[in-house]
């Protein structure tokens, strides 16, 4: 499974909003739990937001709660991340990434991972 990801939105400031996409291919997405992680240089990857199989269960860190919606279309296998009032704090490269079972997500235990968008938000 392979993903090629971008962003919507362009360069923001503090309390705007950018939307990510990632469109999957070489596997059906429905088969796997999706997660968004971020990451900055000078911090360890965390975890952002995951979905269920059927886009019925989501999850979300405490840091984008009410902020960031995970969403995601199976049948055009695209999974996305909505991200609005935007902090500074929110700056950093945005990897999406399919797993087998939503315990191992939070934990980034994932068998596919997308190459990473920068997300820059100006204060």
């Known amino acids: 499974l392979r993903f090629s990801c971008s962003v919507w939105g362009g360069l923001v400031q503090a309390g705007g909003s950018l939307r990510l996409s990632c469109a999957a291919s070489g596997r059906v997405l429905s088969d796997y739990v999706i997660g968004w992680y971020r990451q900055d240089p000078q911090k360890e990857r965390e975890f952002v937001a995951a979905?269920?199989?059927?886009?019925?269960?989501?999850y979300y860190s405490d840091s984008v709660k009410g902020r960031f919606t995970i969403s995601r279309d199976n049948a055009k296998n695209i999974v996305y991340l909505q991200m609005n009032s935007l902090k500074s704090e929110d700056t950093a490269v945005y990897f999406c990434?399919?797993?087998?079972?939503?315990?191992?997500?939070?934990?980034?235990?994932?068998?596919?991972w997308g190459k990473g968008t920068q997300v820059t938000v100006s204060s």
């Open positions: 990434a399919a797993g087998p079972r939503m315990a191992s997500v939070r934990i980034g235990g994932m068998d596919y």
């Open positions: 979905i269920g199989r059927l886009g019925v269960n989501t």
